[in-house]
């Protein structure tokens, strides 16, 4: 598995980011805009929405 850093996200990838905890945690991008990202934690809970510039570190993963 390859991982890039600081690419533009699209619908459908798979990313980890750091959390305020400074845990790492994966999840699936449901919806990305220049302004805005929808991101599912698939950990049984409620996806949620980040402005773009808020996330400001992730790895993509490049299956």
């Known amino acids: 598995m390859v991982t890039m850093l600081m690419e533009k996200?699209?619908?459908?990838?798979?990313?980890?980011?750091?959390?305020?905890?400074?845990?790492?945690?994966?999840?699936?991008?449901?919806?990305?805009?220049?302004?805005?990202?929808?991101?599912?934690?698939c950990d049984g809970t409620t996806p949620f929405v980040l402005q773009s510039s808020e996330l400001v570190g992730y790895r993509k993963f490049d299956g």
């Open 9 to 41: 996200l699209s619908t459908g990838d798979v990313i980890e980011v750091t959390t305020r905890t400074d845990e790492a945690m994966t999840a699936l991008v449901l919806l990305a805009t220049d302004q805005f990202v929808i991101l599912d934690p």
